[in-house]
C-alpha cells in the first residue's frame, strides 16, 4: 500500500514539475519585456530598444508555428511561439506610438505598400508591421503546404526558426555599439533574457528537442553575455546619457 501512494505521490509530483516546467517555458519568454514596455511607456522614449529585436522574435516564431505543422514538438513551444507573437506586436505598438508622438517636424509618412528597402521595418504606421508579417505568414504558409512531405525543407524551417531567435540579441548590441550607451535599454530585461535562455536551453536538453532548438538557445545564452558585457562596458556614457536626459 504505501509503495503504491509512494509510487502515486511521485506521479503527482512530477506531473506538477512538468506542468511548472511548461508555464514557465510560456510565460518566462513574455517576461522580460515587460521592463522595457514599462519603461519606454514611462519615459516615453524608444530610441534605446531596437525595433529589431521584434522583427527577429517575430520571424522566428512565426517559422516556429510553421516547423511544428512539419514536425509536431511540445505544445507549450507552440504556445509560447503564439503569445510571444502577440508581445511583439504590443511591443511594436507603443513603439511606433511613441516615436510618432515625440517627432518635432512632422515627416512623410511611411509605410509597407511603398516598397522602400531604405525604411524597411522603420515605417510611421502600426498597420504597415502587421500587414509585413502577414504577408510573410501567407507566403510561408502556403510553401510549407507545399513541400510538408519533404523532410529537409522542415528540418530547415526549424533551423531557421531557432537560429533567428538565437541571434535576438544581434540589433540591440548592434544599437548598444551605435550609441556607445546602453541608455534607453532595459538591464533587467537582458537579465531576465540570459536566465530564460538558460532555463530554456537546459529544458531543450532535458525534454530531447530537436537538436536545432539547444544548440541555438546555447548560442542565444553567448549573446546574451555580450550586451551584459556591454553595459559594463558603456556604463559610464550611458550615465551621462541619463543625466543628460534628466536635465541633471
Not at 136 to 146: I, K, Q
Not at 201 to 207: E, K, N
Amino acid at each position: 500500500m504505501d509503495w503504491i501512494i509512494s509510487d502515486e505521490l511521485g506521479l503527482t509530483v512530477g506531473h506538477l514539475v512538468g506542468w511548472g516546467a511548461a508555464s514557465a517555458m510560456i510565460v518566462g519568454g513574455v517576461a522580460p519585456y515587460i521592463p522595457q514596455y514599462r519603461q519606454i511607456k514611462k519615459t516615453q522614449d524608444a530610441e534605446g530598444f531596437s525595433l529589431y529585436v521584434c522583427l527577429t522574435l517575430l520571424i522566428a516564431n512565426t517559422l516556429r508555428i510553421l516547423f511544428w505543422f512539419g514536425k509536431r514538438y511540445e505544445l507549450p513551444l507552440l504556445i509560447q511561439s503564439i503569445v510571444m507573437n502577440a508581445t511583439m506586436f504590443a511591443m511594436t505598438h507603443l513603439c511606433v506610438t511613441v516615436r510618432k508622438k515625440n517627432q518635432i517636424i512632422r515627416a512623410r509618412e511611411r509605410i509597407f505598400t511603398d516598397m522602400d528597402r531604405k525604411y524597411f521595418w522603420a515605417w510611421t504606421d502600426f498597420q504597415s508591421y502587421v500587414d509585413c508579417m502577414l504577408v510573410f505568414s501567407v507566403l510561408g504558409a502556403a510553401l510549407t503546404y507545399l513541400l510538408i512531405e519533404f523532410s529537409p525543407f522542415v528540418e530547415l524551417i526549424g533551423f531557421l526558426a531557432v537560429f533567428t531567435e538565437a541571434m535576438l540579441g544581434a540589433p540591440q548590441i548592434a544599437k548598444n555599439h551605435q550609441n556607445k550607451s546602453t541608455e534607453g535599454m532595459s538591464v533587467s530585461m537582458v537579465i531576465m533574457w540570459t536566465c530564460g535562455d538558460l532555463f530554456k536551453t537546459a529544458y531543450f536538453v532535458i525534454r530531447e528537442a530537436p537538436t536545432q532548438f539547444w544548440v541555438c538557445g546555447a548560442l542565444q545564452v553567448l549573446l546574451d553575455i555580450v550586451i551584459l558585457f556591454q553595459v559594463w562596458l558603456y556604463r559610464h556614457n550611458t550615465a551621462a546619457a541619463r543625466r543628460l536626459r534628466r536635465g541633471d
